[in-house]
């Protein structure tokens, strides 16, 4: 009896660490999942600052779609568009309270932002919150949409 008590024992503490190995695993795979998003976010802020198109030409889905504060929908192609005609131009974007959530090969980021720029020559400097949506695809992260909203601070 004491032999079967022994071997349950062992059994059940075998499992456990190895159910924490694995809990760990996972938390350790979201984690550098997060750190890449995060970084990703980082690309993207440095690259609009500068005009730069490059980010979204290689990062952003081709189905990719945002959604500004004015609440109107524009494509890949036609936000490209608006940077490269500098129809588009941030002059700082100050971001806080990142989160990044990891859903398997999903990922929801949301953050609030300070951003001043104009867009035609129209203000659009303000405070936002801000949710982005990625899809690891062939082990590479692409953002697949963006989505804003004017907020009090």
């Given at each position: 009896?004491?032999?079967?008590?022994?071997?349950?024992?062992?059994?059940?503490?075998?499992?456990?660490?190895?159910?924490?190995?694995?809990?760990?695993?996972?938390?350790k795979?979201?984690?550098?999942?997060?750190?890449?998003?995060?970084?990703?976010?980082?690309?993207?802020?440095?690259?609009?600052?500068k005009g730069?198109?490059?980010?979204?030409?290689?990062?952003?889905?081709?189905?990719?779609?945002?959604?500004?504060?004015?609440?109107?929908?524009?494509?890949?192609?036609?936000?490209?568009?608006?940077?490269?005609?500098?129809?588009?131009?941030?002059?700082?974007?100050?971001?806080?309270?990142?989160?990044?959530?990891?859903?398997?090969n999903?990922?929801?980021?949301?953050?609030?932002?300070?951003?001043?720029?104009?867009?035609?020559?129209?203000?659009?400097?303000?405070?936002?919150?801000?949710?982005?949506?990625f899809?690891?695809?062939?082990?590479?992260?692409?953002?697949?949409?963006?989505?804003?909203?004017?907020?009090s601070?």
């Amino acid at each position: 009896m004491k032999s079967k008590t022994t071997t349950l024992a062992l059994v059940v503490w075998t499992a456990l660490c190895l159910s924490s190995s694995a809990i760990a695993q996972g938390k350790k795979s979201a984690s550098g999942a997060e750190d890449q998003i995060k970084a990703l976010l980082n690309q993207s802020r440095q690259a609009v600052l500068k005009g730069d198109t490059s980010y979204l030409e290689k990062n952003a889905a081709e189905d990719y779609s945002r959604v500004g504060p004015d609440g109107k929908r524009v494509s890949k192609s036609d936000w490209i568009n608006a940077i490269k005609s500098g129809d588009v131009k941030m002059e700082s974007v100050e971001t806080s309270d990142v989160k990044v959530r990891v859903y398997g090969n999903a990922a929801v980021a949301t953050y609030a932002a300070d951003v001043k720029g104009t867009n035609k020559g129209q203000d659009i400097s303000g405070h936002i919150q801000v949710t982005r949506v990625f899809v690891k695809q062939a082990g590479k992260w692409q953002e697949v949409a963006f989505h804003s909203t004017r907020a009090s601070q």
